[in-house]
């Protein structure tokens, strides 16, 4: 975490509800977020597939795809409401205040283009003043940060010369080109075989180090989660089910989803007779969601109440808050005595 | 790259032999003789025309003699339309006028249709992109001579209001001649352009990179112009390359229509007319220029997309 401004809050999503307009129905990815970003932190988003990490990160973007529509909640970047922004400020905003990077580096740049063209082109999309030389020299400068030799060369390359590993870090130089508060990392390693994704994540670690911008990291791999990130938030079914610190949230977990998923990952310092416990039933089916607790079909721990209704955020440490009726109901023993 | 030129010049060459084959048997196949008209020769003079023509001797003997002539550069003259005179030379006078109101045609068949494309994949399911899409589907669906007509009722004076346009081809006229052909001509190229971008571009609009650059903070013009089209060019300039071809060689109802005096309709002519050697020569052109613009657009493909690599297997 950086020095400077760490009260100073860089992002501010609150009860943020994305959904999708299918002929078959709304599918609510996203059912009322909130979190907070200050500047310099990164925050590891984890969930399953289709449980809206994604679709909450392209929001910030205003990149969701149709029929996806933000239909309520706010976000606020620097103190300015991103949903209000006319499609011209958008345009302007995504690239330069916040940029993304995506799973698949094999697919996310342009196979047409050198990669030299679309740095140059990232930069110059921003800074009009900008010569066609400065930017080249700009681009090469980042493109040896973020690991890559030979730059001149490199340059003008296409993205068919360059490896899984070389792409993505092509694609963390474009993203950082125009220096932006924000990053967004959409599974930046899942695409990658294990030593490179350390090489990737090491590169994001020494990055955020040295520019101290904030980071969202979306994945699914805990391990990633505990490498890098400041804190998690835990999402299941488009709702946030558990959010702190990240220690908190490795050595006290406060829900069932959050234990489960820790059972589930392999650690180094398991015994030998242990074995993974794999999270039983199935992802929810987003068109019909389950009253109460999204989790709660799933949870090992289930109450009556659990199915009935949703639990409210219940602080069980410093900044760190859990929806489960366990510690409701913890909570109030606690209050009782 | 030069082994890849022997190669195709190669392939090229038996090609154009197995056309001329072909076409030379076919050809003799179909009853009839360039000597028929309504006053029928007498037996006599028929002979000493075939005879005179080679037309007696038979057909592979025929063939052999014309393959001969051919490796000599000599295509022969004309029997019947124009008598005596040399098919090189008639190709050499028609192809021009054909070719000019082609190449206008192709010209505004691309400059329309590839934009146009553009538009309705980006504006899919909207009402720009119905629209476009009955227009494009009526483009393809209409012959050209219902197009000319159209025209021709419209603007060249059949409702007796507009008569902008001449109903005959006259260079004499300038540019007012040229607007009602090749707008007939580049009808059907235009819509179909527009269909192969539009479903070309829809392919790409929804790769990864598009992505990338809505992130990177790119205009839609930008991405769709820069990054999408040149993706979705391929399918375009596959299409494109031998309509060329046809194109330039004129279109025969058009010609009909118009009454240009251009190698498409004169092709037809020649057919109608059993005039073997033009026969022979304007099959040999039109295939030769065709098996050109493939490797032209081999050539394209290597500019477009520069994964392509011609010389390992890029056929």
Redesign the interface.
């Known amino acids: 975490m950086s020095e400077q401004n760490t009260d100073k809050k860089l992002l501010e999503v609150k009860d943020l509800h994305v959904s999708f307009f299918t002929p078959a129905g709304e599918v609510k990815a996203v059912g009322g977020i909130s979190y907070d970003l200050n500047y310099g932190e990164v925050m590891g988003v984890v969930g399953e597939s289709g449980s809206g990490k994604s679709q909450e990160a392209y929001s910030i973007?205003g990149?969701l795809q149709s029929p996806g529509k933000v239909i309520g909640g706010s976000i606020t970047f620097e103190g300015q409401d991103v949903l209000s922004f006319s499609k011209e400020e958008m345009?302007?905003?995504?690239?330069?205040k916040v940029?993304?990077i995506?799973q698949?580096p094999m697919?996310?740049?342009?196979?047409?283009?050198t990669i030299g063209n679309q740095l140059v082109?990232?930069l110059r999309?921003?800074d009009k003043s900008i010569s066609k030389a400065d930017a080249e020299k700009r681009a090469m400068e980042m493109m040896e940060m973020v690991g890559i030799n030979n730059v001149e060369k490199r340059m003008k390359q296409?993205p068919?010369e360059f490896s899984g590993g070389m792409r993505q870090r092509v694609?963390i130089a474009?993203?950082l080109i125009c220096h932006p508060q924000l990053l967004i990392a959409d599974e930046p390693t899942t695409a990658l075989d294990v030593t490179i994704q350390a090489q990737i994540l090491e590169l994001m670690k020494e990055i955020q180090k040295k520019t101290k911008m904030g980071i969202i990291f979306i994945t699914h791999n805990l391990g990633v989660v505990a490498d890098i990130c400041d804190k998690v938030s835990v999402m299941y079914a488009g709702k946030i089910v558990e959010q702190g610190p990240v220690d908190d949230i490795f050595y006290e977990p406060a829900h069932p989803y959050t234990m489960g998923l820790l059972r589930s990952m392999p650690r180094v310092d398991a015994e030998s007779y242990e074995r993974l416990i794999p999270i039983e039933g199935t992802p929810v089916d987003m068109l019909n969601p389950p009253e109460g607790c999204p989790f709660a079909p799933r949870c090992e721990k289930c109450m009556k109440i659990c199915l009935k209704k949703m639990p409210p955020y219940v602080e069980v440490g410093p900044n760190h808050r859990s929806a489960c009726w366990l510690r409701v109901q913890e909570q109030m023993n606690k209050e009782e005595n | 790259m030069s082994k890849y030129f022997a190669k195709r010049i190669g392939m090229a060459l038996v090609t154009i032999f197995l056309v001329t084959c072909l076409t030379f048997l076919l050809m003799n196949a179909v009853p009839g003789s360039p000597w028929l008209s309504e006053k029928s020769p007498s037996e006599a003079t028929l002979a000493a025309l075939n005879a005179k023509y080679g037309l007696d001797k038979p057909v592979h003997i025929q063939l052999m003699k014309y393959l001969g002539n051919l490796i000599k550069g000599d295509f022969g003259v004309s029997l019947k339309m124009q008598k005596n005179r040399a098919v090189t030379s008639i190709i050499a006078e028609m192809f021009p006028v054909s070719a000019k109101i082609g190449a206008l045609a192709l010209t505004w068949a691309v400059l329309v249709g590839v934009p146009l494309g553009c538009l309705a994949a980006f504006k899919r399911g909207k009402f720009t992109d119905s629209v476009l899409r009955v227009v494009c589907t009526l483009g393809i669906s209409m012959p050209s001579f219902v197009v000319a007509s159209v025209l021709l009722v419209t603007f060249a004076g059949g409702l007796a209001v507009l008569k902008i346009f001449p109903t005959i081809f006259d260079p004499a006229l300038g540019w007012r001649s040229y607007v009602l052909p090749c707008f007939s001509l580049g009808f059907y190229p235009m819509c179909y352009t527009a269909r192969q971008t539009r479903s070309a571009m829809l392919d790409s609009l929804n790769?990864?990179?598009i992505?990338?650059?809505?992130?990177?903070?790119?205009?839609n013009v930008?991405i769709i112009f820069?990054?999408a089209l040149?993706?979705a060019l391929i399918p375009v300039i596959t299409y494109l390359g031998p309509q060329v071809a046809f194109t330039l060689c004129g279109g025969f109802v058009v010609e009909s229509v118009f009454s240009i005096p251009g190698l498409g309709r004169y092709f037809v002519q020649s057919i109608q007319n059993r005039d073997y050697p033009v026969i022979m020569g304007t099959t040999i052109f039109l295939a030769t220029f065709i098996i050109l613009m493939n490797v032209v657009v081999d050539l394209l493909y290597k500019v477009?997309?520069?994964?392509i690599n011609l010389t390992k297997g890029g056929e």
């Open positions: 973007m990149l345009t302007s905003f995504r690239g330069s940029a993304m995506f698949n697919t996310c740049l342009n196979p047409v283009y082109e990232a999309a921003h296409y068919h694609m474009m993203g | 790769q990864e990179y992505k990338t650059a809505r992130a990177k903070g790119l205009k930008k820069k990054h040149r993706n477009a997309d520069p994964r």
